[in-house]
């Protein structure tokens, strides 16, 4: 993987990117996290494909620009990061927050994507309660007490029973929560509490759509999981059963089998639909 920043448009964008393949996936992180959350599982993809992983502004060592960041502005960046490294058309691959933004792509640019993965994702708007949430987080990191997210969200992105063995990766988010510039988080906290229900932009899209999703996520129930399942008919659904929020971490072989299984199906149901 070659480590770099190049410009996205105005931006000033943190980039790896593995340069070699005839198919590209570009792998967005999610909330608290950079690229760095992929670091173990690119090389399950790499061999087969072009992989480029990102800091989305306001997270990792990429710029911060504004108050709010947008999912619409973040796909923005998105595509001229694409532009900047000569990629026409790739499967982005979005977990939590990323695949708000991944879903941003899909509706302004679709013509840019073989598909699109939401993995740990939704495409619901946040609820009244959750934009209440993220509005105490903005508060809380405002007041300086930043620690009191990081002692709390990493673990929790962890099925419970995968925790212990999951330690180091806790340890290392919870570092990121501390390295992430306060004024970033405020931006994307911002953002998400902006973002409009995309259920109905994803049905009627024609970009091939891919759930996969976590038998023990916290954060997006089994039934919650289930329930986007049936209302997207369209989209191609894989479960990891033994897995939380965090997939490509707590069982990284099936979440590459499925993933790859996807970009290489050309429409085929990937292994262990």
């Known amino acids: 993987m070659i480590e770099k920043f190049i410009m996205a448009g105005d931006t000033a964008l943190h980039v790896c990117d593995s340069q070699q393949g005839e198919r590209c ?22 061999r087969s494909v072009r992989v480029v992983t990102l800091d989305l502004p306001g997270h990792g060592i990429s710029e911060v620009k504004g108050e709010v960041h947008t999912m619409e502005y973040l796909a923005g960046v998105v595509r001229d990061a694409l532009h900047a490294l000569g990629i026409e058309r790739c499967t982005l691959v979005g977990h939590s927050m990323g695949g708000y933004a991944a879903l941003a792509v899909c509706e302004l640019y679709p ?46 992105g962890f099925a419970e029973e995968n925790r212990r063995r999951m330690s180091d990766y806790i340890e290392d988010l919870t570092e990121q929560v501390f390295v992430t510039e306060d ?47 049936a209302a997207h008919p369209q989209a191609e659904v894989a479960w990891l059963d033994d897995s939380g929020h965090m997939g490509f971490i707590e069982e990284p072989a099936r979440a590459a089998e499925i993933l790859l299984g996807f970009v290489n199906s050309d429409g085929q149901p990937p292994v262990g639909n």
């Open 111 to 156: 013509e840019i994507l073989d598909g699109v993965v939401l993995f740990s994702s939704t495409p619901n708007p946040d609820s009244e309660q959750k934009r209440a949430d993220r509005r105490r987080e903005i508060d809380l990191v405002r007041a300086g007490k930043k620690d009191l997210i990081a002692r709390i969200a990493p673990a929790a």
């Open 183 to 229: 004024a970033g988080i405020v931006a994307l906290l911002g953002g998400m509490t902006l973002r409009p229900d995309r259920n109905e932009m994803l049905r009627r899209s024609s970009v091939r759509q891919l759930f996969i999703f976590g038998r023990k996520d916290g954060y997006i129930p089994a039934e919650t999981a289930e329930a986007i399942a």
């Open 25 to 46: 996936v570009v792998l967005l992180h999610g909330y608290l996290e950079s690229l760095l959350v992929w670091e173990d599982f690119v090389p399950l993809l790499y």
